[in-house]
């Protein structure tokens, strides 16, 4: 099978990248970053996806499924231009797909889709609108990119999406927010707030990838590995020194005193849970995660060692 997949070049692309070519597939990538030192049998191409260059290699390639990485988080990258990667490169890729014969679609979202709010149930399902982002309106690109992703169940029905709403990874690669937000020797907490953290090895991220495109579930689909995880246990288990601080006085230390710098309506995020449901994706596609939480905050400490505080 032909896979294309855009936002390659991240960590999480090149680990799919090998395992794609493991099992057989032929990979293409796209991606604005250079991808250094491809894996073997990889097809790379440096181009933005929303432009005509990107159209050209689904109109050479005529892709069989195409696993849509390339979305960008407000803890990442916080240039004025995320909002039309996401949005803009979110829909590229569906209009390209249809245009050139894809037959299966994977859309990689985010659980923090539904916000962190006191009054979100524990578990958040599926057909859950999404909240939170009144407090953190940097969530409304990746919002509104999954719901055109969804659209597409119904705009695009020449074809199978795909769309996985992933918890937080952590493992050794150090890849998304999660691990992002742990990095340095003290990690802020909100006094009197200890909330449940839903994360899962990279390992079984990929491995969910891989098993929505040989299963090709249709629909929307929360994904999670281990139970979730308070927050204070995390940062023990990785080493880390907990710092809790009301939460006025933490917003105004944000990327000062060794600690992260994270956007003021993160704060939620460290002081109500967003946990899911993942029963559904396991139902239709017969997954399970393969590496325990203990597990993988194991291999994050032992990849990033605590560094000494400042």
Not at 12 to 24: F, S
Not at 125 to 128: A, F, I, L, R, S
């Given at each position: 099978m032909k896979v294309l997949v855009p936002g390659i070049a991240g960590?999480?692309?090149?680990?799919?990248?090998?395992?794609?070519?493991?099992?057989?597939?032929d990979v293409i990538g796209i991606d604005r970053r250079p991808l250094r030192d491809p894996p073997p049998g990889v097809e790379v191409h440096e181009l933005d996806i929303r432009k005509r260059a990107a159209e050209e290699v689904f109109r050479r390639v005529r892709p069989n499924a195409v696993i849509h990485l390339a979305t960008v988080t407000h803890l990442v990258q916080q240039s004025e231009d995320r909002y039309r990667i996401n949005l803009g490169g979110t829909r590229a890729v569906f209009e390209h797909s249809t245009t050139y014969g894809v037959e299966h679609v994977v859309f990689v979202g985010r659980h923090t889709y539904y916000g962190a709010a006191a009054d979100s149930p524990l578990f958040h399902?599926?057909?859950?609108p999404p909240m939170g982002l009144a407090?953190?309106?940097e969530l409304a690109d990746l919002v509104a990119a999954d719901l055109y992703a969804g659209s597409a169940l119904w705009r695009y029905p020449s074809f199978v999406t795909s769309v996985l709403r992933m918890v937080y990874t952590l493992g050794p690669t150090g890849h998304g927010t999660l691990a992002t937000f742990l990095r340095g020797a003290r990690v802020p907490t909100i006094l009197g707030y200890d909330p449940l953290f839903?994360?899962?090895h990279e390992d079984d991220v990929v491995r969910a990838l891989v098993t929505a495109l040989d299963a090709r579930p249709r629909g929307v689909f929360n994904v999670a590995g281990p139970q979730p995880v308070p927050l204070s246990v995390i940062i023990e288990e990785t080493g880390r020194t907990n710092v809790?601080?009301?939460g006025p006085l933490l917003g105004a230390a944000l990327g000062r005193f060794g600690l992260p710098r994270l956007p003021r309506g993160a704060?939620?995020?460290i002081r109500y849970p967003i946990t899911v449901d993942a029963s559904s994706f396991k139902r239709a596609t017969g997954w399970a995660h393969a590496i325990d939480e203990r597990s993988a905050m194991r291999a994050y400490r032992e990849a990033f060692p605590p560094p000494l505080p400042h």
């Open positions: 960590r999480l692309g090149r680990m799919l990248a090998e395992r794609l070519i493991e099992e057989g597939h399902v599926e057909d859950e407090s953190f309106p839903h994360f899962m809790p601080l009301p704060l939620e995020h």
